[in-house]
Structures are given as structure tokens and as C-alpha cells.
């Protein structure tokens, strides 16, 4: 057996939960209280090996070296835009691949991450939905994309993290909820706070009402119609969640004081732009406690979907503005790169047109 077969029969030791890791240790003899110092190693001071960990004996890093891999993943492309956005597409161990987004901002730098390989959902606008869904992201290569992209920033710090990359985060909850425990560790993990994080999904109404019982982290869900004959076409999961049904559950979804749940509203030409559909939006936002994010849809050849003009965007906009509402939009970036969901992933496995 080689050593990529050796390593391959082991587990990726960032698969574990603090608390799954403390169990492993008292099962292996090793105090509990180990558990925290290899998740700072681990998440704090970004590990290559289990010998770097310096306050651990070399007893242990042996057993731990028997036992678990950590291996970053390994970087297949990479490209970095005029505006500073850098695309990450990460070979995992089966050949396949994840994707994440680096969109530098002037307050901040917020990486954009994965969930799945490939998607299920099937929304008309996406390429990742063009090859189906692959396979389920492991709670280790969700937190291997942060924690390898901040080791490949010399000079740079993520603040911000978006769960909106490839995939629908509630269809991987318990991997999603794991990572999401170790991203928001203050004592020994990554120490993001979870008004930095923000879990997108696509409506999957009973999972994010779980989902909304066991984390404090931000909810953006992607709306895209106004009306569910449309929003049939775009997203064919409001066949099975309506948007009377998402925004009763949204209603009651628990929020932290001075929160709101992000609804993101892709424009498109000639699809959804119009100020019918701006008033029935404006109608549906008095419902929640949210805030409305604009997205003038990213064009690509591939696809038959147009960006409306920017008049057409302005005055979209104005409509909320008028009616109380708030409402942004969210600014292109990386337009000279692939910078859209699934794009490298995408070309890597030769989908056509979306
Ligand atoms: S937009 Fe998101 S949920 Fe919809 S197909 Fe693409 S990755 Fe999946």
C-alpha cells in the first residue's frame, strides 16, 4: 500500500467535533483537555502535522499520526480577478472537486464556500445544478476550504464567511451545523463570531427551521420571483415549499435581537424586473424582519439568462427605498474570472449551456 492509499484509509481528523474528539481521546486513553489544544493547533495556529503541535507529546502525535490525516487540500486552479476576487477550485481525495470565492471588500474579506459537490435543486439560472448533485461535502473539507485558503493569504485575514458556493447547505445540515461549530469555537477554533457567518439556502422550509433551532449564525434564503409561477420555473423546489409557505416559515424563524434574514433577489432581464414584481416584493419583505440584497444576474455566454440594464436595476431599487424597506445592491466582482457558482467546477467537468 502507498502512502495516498495509507492516508486514504484514515479519516481527516477535521472531521471530528471538539466533543466527538474528546470522546476519541477517553477512548484512547488521552485526557480530554488534549481535545482543545489540537483544535488551536488545528484551527488557530493552521497545522501541517501533528508533530508541529509542540504542547502535545510525541507519544500522542504518534497515536494521532496512526489514526487521522491532515491534509490540506490540494489547489487544482486558481484565479485572481483585476478587483482582487480569487476563485479556489480544491482537488479532494475522490478527484472531484469544491469551489470557494474570495471577495475582498473595503472592511472586509469574505469567503464564499461549499457545500456539496454538484447540487440537486435544479435552479434554472445556476451551473452548478447543470451536472446534478455528486456527493455530500464532509464536515473536514468544509472547514479544509477556510482553513486552506486563509493559509494561502500571506497578508490578508477572512472576516466573513457566506455558505452560498456550490450546493444547498439544509440538504448537508449535520455536516454544515459541525463545521459551523468548530468556525464559531472562541476558544479553541476559529473564533468567527456568528454575526460574520451567513447560511444561504434555497427554501428547504423544514430543514431551516431546524436548522434555525440549533444555530445563532445569519439565514439568507434566494427568493428570485414574486409569484410562484415564475419562481416554479427558476427554482423548481417552490413546487414542494411555495413562497406562502417560505415566508410563513420565515414569520417564525427565530432571530437575535437587531438580526434579519438576508432575502437575495437575483434580477433578470425580462424574468423578474418588473415593478409588478417589485411591488408584490415589497409586499412579501412587510411580512419578515429582513433586508432585500439585489443581484443584477452575472451573465455568461452559456447561459440564456440576461442582466437587466442599470436604469432598469435603479429603478427597481427605488421602489424599496420609497416603500421602507431595505434593500442593497450587491456590487459584480470578479467579472473577468469565472467568478460565478459552479463556473470552474463547471468547466472542469465540461457542462454546457444553463
Ligand atoms: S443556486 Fe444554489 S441551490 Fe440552486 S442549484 Fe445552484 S447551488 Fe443549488
Redesign the pocket.
Known sequence: MNKKEKSMKKNDIKELTKKDLIEWLENNDIKPYRAGQIFKWLYMKQANSFEEMTDISKKIHIILSDNFTNDRLEIEEKEISNDGTTKYLFKLNDNYYSECVLIPGEDRNTLCISTQVG?A???K??L??KGGIIRNLRCGEILSQIRDVQFDLTDQKITNLVFMG???PFANSQSVLDAISAITDTDHGMKFSPRKVTVST?GLVPEMIDFGKKSNVNLAV?LNATDNKTRDFL?PINRKYPIEVLFDALKKYPLAPRKRITIEYILIKGINDSNEDAMRLIKLMKKIKGKLNLIPFNEHPKSQFRRPDNDTIEKFLAHFHKNSVIATIRKSMGQDISAA??QLDANKRKLSEY
Open positions: 447540487c435543486q435544479g435552479c439560472f445556476c452548478t445544478s456550490m450546493g444547498e434555497c434566494s427554482m457558482c459552479g
